[in-house]
């Protein structure tokens, strides 16, 4: 390996490294704040250190890496997303008596291997991505060993990812025998595949069988049972990791080697994808209807959410790939900014997750309130945020490649999932019930970290749905080698 | 700059309330209503100086104003000024004023929140009249519904949170389903052209299929008939006019409303000549039944404001008959009717608000010879219930008159039956205004006749329309170039026959 090889690796490396030394700093001497300065560091240091592994691009390194704009794009928002849920992470774990440090530890482990999967281009390293971040989120999800319903949340995650990566490897099994090749390469392969060879009924059955892997991930219908109880039982700060990190990682790797063209929209798999994204736009949206917990409506919104993305995936052509990202975005900032406040407002103990927490919240605390309802806002596409941007470019990468099927499901089930955005924002805005029921996070000040965190994340819904073009180019010219 | 800055001054403005309400409500109070007085007198200025050019100039805007905005997708933001968005921008000013005016007692909580949202749906109406770029225009189209949700959700009446939902899923769905039918115009447009714009004057030289325009045609309908509201999309408004508090009923009724029949002159007749004209039968059809089905409900109701948001259904279905009625003379009545029915029927809500504010119900029944106690109040309610009927001399008036002409050219029977809908007109006003105001005091109500503040916003109102009714010509050169470009695309061969 050369040295442009390693400086294309830095991301990675620093990352990796970073948890390492914070394993030994925990060992030599336990204080919390140190812990999340390190971590952030490490993070700050990964980012950087983008730029400055930049120009030795592209590049692949030994056959599990490639390292391009695209992988750089989506590194760069994996650890913007990590560095911003852990001044989070960090409010909310100092009123809670655990351990406090491994917690970033775990976290920096996750981050590492959504990165992995961004890079890799071989089923090894995806697999070994994948398992880094699954293993480091069992134990995350289990944090707060005092909740049993943590502890109930972490073990059924384990339960289902652990039987969905068995499922996911014999996929990769299956496809490897067919084709003889260990290339991500061959998803795309096996998608415009003919049934013309013998070993085609392996080849689909392959793909099929790493979708199932890769829709656990991402929480597509019939594979999303785990996010609802997944979401209300883990702490608030893993929550948002999950559906942010995580989620960016699969993702990342899903949308570059599923690319859908013309060719195979009407193959197999390009039905099943969209069969996979009108269950999930449709389904999520509905089940989040009769949930009186935020978390739960936030835990099928994201189903939805992903099912819009899935739209974008499915439109292909010359904007899909971008419209895809730029939502991925859009959602990443707005879902960290919704669970930030939520993280705020919660107290010792105790988290701001049933519906009556907020009630009146709008008259308490005025900006925090404004900052929820602006999430909410761009959760359901309403302009000026990043999220109608967002869902105005998948739906002009919808309508350039004339899926109207998609396109109407995706209108439709937008209106029903306004309908729980707006009723959070009612509550908000209704007067409380009585000064007697106002809990004790009301006196509470608002903490610096977070609030520092809240601020950059509002600025950035705005920025996005305002000034997207600062972006865009970037995207376009990440995604224009694919597919 | 002076276009954006009409929106800014509205934007700026409802922040500084906001923030004004914190140290005093009437403080606040007099920032949003200076700075919609600003924008009044802007507009003002601009129709002054435009007067004697509107006729002069073919197709061109007064003033515009042009800046690139997404590059990549080929948005500007295009926003222009002609006598069409003129005319129904100095209604918004008018009426944004009335609102600031009735709530200046009515609304004592949140005084500061309340302004801001109320001139943030101010500003996104005068965006939308301005915006030239579809994609600014959805925008804009759009901005309108959140702040206008907070003031029925925040301060309506009892059943305010469904009413606000249920208009707010109404408007979303149907503006979505524009949204997508924008994005496929465009989409076409640079599939047959090569250039990505989502600007209105180039894409009305797109070539469309047949079946193409129709289906496009028939999302921007959609939208535009919701807000209307045209017959079968109107469920949304009885309940959110009825909800809303008076401020958001005027602002709903007078200017909301208004921005459906303005999308549907400035966007569905020119960008869709074809199959606009091959559905206007039925459009108008839908607009004669909206004539009829209003009017009837609206003589059945017992709540004042819900009679006067069925009113409006009936009033708005003159609008759609006289659009499609495809000649010139009905689509200047239906311009007419859009300006005065606004502000009758916002005088009518002013009015509901005030008796509300002094007797605490909305039942016509519980009212009754409220001409004994407050005989300057019931003397206004008689007017305006008289404008709202059609009575000659007053605005409404001019505008049925021209819209019946003009469909009378164009479908006989359907003009007949709608002509009948002022028959049920003069029974649901004639109706409301004698067993409000005229005989016994059964309740024995002793209230305050009008204040002078009220008397200043329904005099002006009075006087607006009394104007429009005996000289409604102000009105209609100031539009007529503007509708003449409309009409032109659609039916050109009326145009010739005139």
């Given at each position: ?26 060992a ?26 930049a ?48 917690f970033?530890?775990l ?28 293993v ?85 219908v ?23 990190v ?22 197999a ?9 009108v ?19 936030l ?28 939502y ?66 998948v ?7 004339s ?6 499901t995706?209108i439709?089930?937008?209106?029903i999932?306004?309908?729980y ?42 920025l996005?749905?305002v ?17 | ?11 700026v ?39 004697g ?67 943030w ?39 305010r ?40 004057e ?152 005030l ?16 001409w ?89 109102m ?8 005996l ?8 539009v ?19």
């Amino acid at each position: 390996m050369s040295r442009s090889d390693f400086a294309a690796l830095l991301p990675l490396l620093i990352i990796s490294t970073t948890a390492v030394i914070l394993m030994i700093a925990i060992a030599i001497q336990r204080n919390h704040k140190t812990a999340a300065v390190i971590a952030l560091g490490g993070v700050g240091a990964g980012l950087g250190s983008l730029f400055f592994a930049a120009p030795v691009l592209p590049r692949q390194v030994t056959g599990l890496f490639i390292l391009d704009s695209y992988s750089f794009l989506y590194m760069a928002i994996l650890l913007c997303a990590a560095a911003l849920v852990l001044p989070f992470a960090y409010d909310y774990l100092k009123h809670r008596h655990e351990y406090r440090e491994e917690f970033y530890v775990l976290a920096l482990l996750a981050t590492t291997g959504a990165m992995v999967l961004a890079a890799s281009r071989n089923f090894a390293s995806f697999f070994l991505g994948l398992e880094l971040l699954s293993v480091a989120l069992y134990a995350l999800i289990a944090y707060v060993r005092s909740e049993s319903i943590s502890i109930e949340a972490g073990i059924k995650y384990l339960v289902l990812a652990a039987s969905s990566s068995s499922i996911l490897l014999f996929g990769l099994a299956l496809i490897y025998s067919a084709s003889g090749s260990m290339e991500l390469s061959q998803f795309t392969a096996a998608m415009t595949h003919t049934a013309s060879h013998g070993d085609s009924v392996f080849l689909v059955t392959g793909l099929m069988l790493v979708l199932v892997g890769i829709g656990f991930k991402l929480a597509f219908v019939p594979f999303h049972l785990w996010t609802p109880d997944v979401y209300e039982g883990a702490p608030l700060p893993v929550t948002a990791f999950i559906a942010t990190v995580s989620k960016g990682g699969v993702f990342a790797l899903f949308l570059r080697w599923f690319q859908v063209n013309s060719d195979n929209r009407a193959g197999a798999a390009g039905i099943v994808l969209s069969i996979l994204a009108v269950a999930s736009m449709l389904t999520g949206n509905l089940l989040a209807l009769r949930q009186n917990n935020v978390k739960r409506i936030l835990a099928y919104s994201s189903i939805a959410h992903m099912g819009y993305l899935l739209v974008a995936l499915l439109a292909g052509g010359a904007l899909g790939a971008s419209a895809a990202t730029y939502y991925l975005m859009a959602y990443v900032v707005t879902i960290l900014g919704a669970f930030g406040v939520m993280t705020v407002l919660s107290g010792p103990g105790w988290e701001a997750a049933s519906l009556d927490a907020y009630r009146g919240l709008f008259w308490r605390k005025p900006l925090v309130a404004a900052v929820f309802t602006t999430m909410l806002l761009s959760l359901a596409g309403i302009p000026l945020t990043a999220g109608f941007l967002g869902k105005f470019y998948v739906l002009t990468a919808g309508a350039a490649e004339s899926r109207w099927v998609l396109l109407f499901t995706l209108i439709v089930s937008t209106t029903i999932g306004l309908f729980y955005y707006l009723r959070i924002v009612v509550v908000m805005y209704a007067r409380p019930a009585d000064p007697g029921t106002m809990s004790e996070a009301n006196t509470l000040p608002l903490p610096l970290p977070a609030t520092i965190g809240l601020a950059a994340l509002t600025g950035l819904v705005f920025l996005l749905g305002v000034y997207p073009s600062l972006f865009w180019n970037a995207i376009v010219a990440a995604t224009r080698n694919l597919g | 700059m002076i276009l954006p800055s009409l929106v800014l001054i509205l934007i700026v403005g409802g922040i500084g309330s906001w923030i004004a309400a914190r140290r005093s409500e009437v403080f606040a109070r007099w920032i949003a209503l200076g700075s919609v007085l600003a924008d009044l007198s802007v507009c003002l200025g601009i129709w002054v100086g435009h007067l004697g050019r509107s006729q002069s100039t073919p197709k061109s805007w007064f003033v515009a104003f042009d800046l690139a905005w997404i590059p990549q997708f080929g948005i500007r933001i295009h926003l222009a000024i002609d006598g069409l968005s003129l005319a129904l921008l100095l209604l918004t000013y008018f009426l944004g004023i009335m609102a600031i005016l009735s709530s200046w007692t009515e609304i004592d909580e949140r005084v500061g929140f309340f302004h801001f949202n109320l001139l943030w749906v101010l500003a996104g109406i005068t965006g939308v009249f301005l915006a030239m770029d579809l994609f600014v225009f959805y925008l804009f189209w759009e901005l309108m519904l959140v702040p206008m949700y907070f003031l029925i959700g925040i301060w309506g009446h009892e059943r305010r949170i469904y009413a606000a939902t249920k208009f707010f899923l109404f408007t979303q769905l149907s503006g979505l389903l524009m949204l997508v039918a924008i994005i496929a115009l465009a989409v076409l447009h640079k599939q047959s052209t090569g250039i990505f714009t989502f600007d209105y004057e180039q894409l009305l030289e797109t070539a469309l299929t047949p079946r193409a325009a129709r289906l496009l045609m028939l999302g921007f309908l959609v939208a535009f008939a919701v807000k209307l509201p045209a017959f079968p999309f109107h469920t949304w408004l009885p309940d959110a006019h009825t909800e809303a508090p008076t401020a958001g009923s005027v602002v709903l009724a007078g200017l909301l409303l208004k921005t459906g029949a303005y999308g549907m002159i400035r966007f569905v007749l020119p960008l869709f000549p074809g199959p606009s004209h091959e559905l206007a039968p039925v459009l108008m059809t839908f607009g004669v039944i909206g004539i009829l089905y209003g009017a009837v409900l609206a003589v059945g109701q017992t709540d004042l404001k819900r009679l006067v948001a069925y009113t409006s259904v009936s009033h708005m279905g003159f609008v759609l008959l006289g659009v499609f009625a495809g000649n010139e003379t009905a689509l200047e009545g239906a311009v007419v009717q859009m300006v005065s029915h606004g502000i009758s029927t916002g005088a009518l809500f002013i009015l509901a608000g005030l008796l509300q504010e002094r007797m605490h119900t909305r039942e016509i029944s519980a009212m009754g010879g409220l001409w004994e106690t407050m005989p300057a109040l019931s003397g206004a309610g008689m007017v305006f219930a008289m404008a709202s009927l059609g009575l000659p001399g007053l605005g409404d008036f001019v505008g049925e008159f021209l819209v019946l002409l003009g469909a009378y050219r164009a479908n006989v029977p359907l003009t007949v039956v709608a002509t009948l809908g002022l028959l049920a007109a003069t029974l649901y006003g004639l109706r409301f205004a004698v067993n409000a105001f005229q005989g016994p005091n059964p309740h024995h109500w002793q209230l305050p006749d009008m204040r002078p503040r009220e008397w200043a916003m329904l005099g002006l109102m009075m006087a607006c329309l009394l104007w429009i009714g005996l000289y409604p010509q102000p009105v209609l050169n100031s539009v007529r170039q503007s509708l003449a470009v409309a009409q032109q695309s659609t039916f050109p061969q009326e145009v010739v026959r005139r």
